[in-house]
T-cell receptor, first 114, second 111 residues
């Protein structure tokens, strides 16, 4: 089973709202990722967690706050977002982060910020 | 730089072969990947090739790697309308496992 699940599928929020995106995998993977994808563009890496510790933050604004409560779950907390943050947010996981590990992606959460 | 280049668009007829090309930049990449993205969906891993190989075949998919020219291609045999999607190549950015994606190729299959 190579399934990564994400909830919700769609999210509409105002600029003053606080919301969270969730990602889950049960493949025993120890690395999890958040990507942001704008329309007609490739995904851009935001964060990497390795063994439940944040290992990469690609200079993402603090209005995006990741959390990894355990090895199967990854959250992305959203607060005071801007309309330009509207995008598809993709979660991925891999066995590790050794540089040879294949990443498996979830279906994404489509976010609209009004 | 980290630019991974792909042609933007490819149109083929159903039953023909499709060839999607990718030029990558990091000669130290260990694995190179092809992902498929259907409209409104996430990325589906199609196949990958280890950098010491020059060809990999997986059913209708053939991946060719020219490491000297840093050129990767994906051939889809007997292309079907269900193959219509955006195809991304990606290189593995070394020890951090950071994926560098290509610009994406929109494949349109005409019935």
């Amino acid at each position: 089973d190579t399934e990564v699940t994400q909830t919700p599928k769609h999210l509409v929020m105002g600029m003053t709202n606080k919301k969270s995106l969730k990602c889950e995998q049960h493949m025993g993977h120890r690395a999890m990722y958040w990507y942001k994808q704008k329309a007609k563009k490739p995904p851009e890496l935001m964060f990497v967690y390795s063994y439940e510790k944040l290992s990469i933050n690609e200079s993402v604004p603090s209005r995006f706050s990741p959390e990894c409560p355990n090895s199967s779950l990854l959250n992305l907390h959203l607060h005071a977002l801007q309309p330009e943050d509207s995008a598809l947010y993709l979660c991925a996981s891999s066995l590790g982060t050794s540089g040879t590990e294949t990443q498996y992606f979830g279906p994404g959460t489509r976010l609209l910020v009004l | 730089g980290e630019d991974v280049e792909q042609s933007l668009f490819l149109s083929v007829r159903e039953g023909d072969s499709s060839v999607i090309n990718c030029t990558y930049t990091d000669s130290s990449s260990t694995y190179l990947y092809w992902y498929k993205q259907e409209p409104g969906a996430g990325l589906q891993l199609l196949t990958y090739i280890f950098s010491n190989m020059d060809m990999k075949q997986d059913q209708r998919l053939t991946v060719l790697l020219n490491k000297k020219d840093k050129h990767l291609s994906l051939r889809i045999a007997d292309t079907q309308t269900g193959d219509s999607a955006i195809y991304f190549c990606a290189e593995n950015g070394g020890a951090t496992n950071k994926l560098i994606f290509g610009t994406g190729t929109l494949l349109a299959v005409q019935p």
